[in-house]
């Protein structure tokens, strides 16, 4: 038994699906601020099927969408971008919002606790979660800031194995 990590139950489902209903279910937070939610699906790739626990990204994904609800701008885009980098097996799903501040301080956003700034509510789990969620999944996150511009990038690998062909 592995102390303090959760488990991971991996099965195959559609991310694209699982995107558009956080969407869907934080509508209403995103109407608050008058964002305009925009959805990107790459039309290059056949699918969005991985293999993972779609309970914990849900949360993962959840998290980051608040996130840049949260940390955005009013009345500016919340855009969603998903994709499969060239030849990697993998898919990557992009948030990126506006920000007020020309660069955010991203260095420490992914350590347990911290907030930059300590006014704000929160437990200052979120991010630190996000990655150990998707740690487990053998993927990873990538923050980055700047040109008034917050960007969060979750890389998790497809899992999904294709028996090979057995030639008798």
């Known amino acids: 038994l592995r102390g303090g990590s959760p488990s991971v139950y991996k099965k195959p489902f559609d991310l694209s699906v699982l995107i558009v209903k956080i ?5 209403p937070l995103l109407r608050q601020k008058n ?3 925009v959805i990107h699906f790459d039309e290059e790739v056949a699918d969005f099927i991985v293999q993972a ?3 914990k990204i849900r949360i993962v994904l959840l998290n980051l969408l608040e996130n840049a609800a949260k940390y955005g701008v009013k009345d500016t885009a919340i855009i969603c971008k998903v994709e499969k980098p060239d030849a990697a097996e993998e898919l990557a799903v992009q948030f990126i ?4 501040e020309e660069k955010v301080a991203t260095d420490n956003l ?5 907030r930059s700034d300590l006014v704000q509510k ?5 991010l630190w979660l996000c990655n150990e969620i ?3 999944h053998n993927g990873r996150i990538e923050v980055s800031s700047g040109h008034h511009r917050f960007e969060v990038t979750m890389n998790l690998p497809l899992g999904v194995t294709i028996p090979a062909l057995s030639l008798q």
């Open 23 to 27: 969407f869907n279910q934080l509508l």
């Open 122 to 126: 929160g437990a200052g789990l979120g």
């Open 134 to 136: 998707i740690r487990l």
């Open 53 to 55: 626990d779609e309970d």
């Open 97 to 100: 919002n506006t920000t007020n």
């Open 110 to 114: 992914q350590v347990a606790f911290y």
């Open 35 to 37: 964002f305009e939610p």
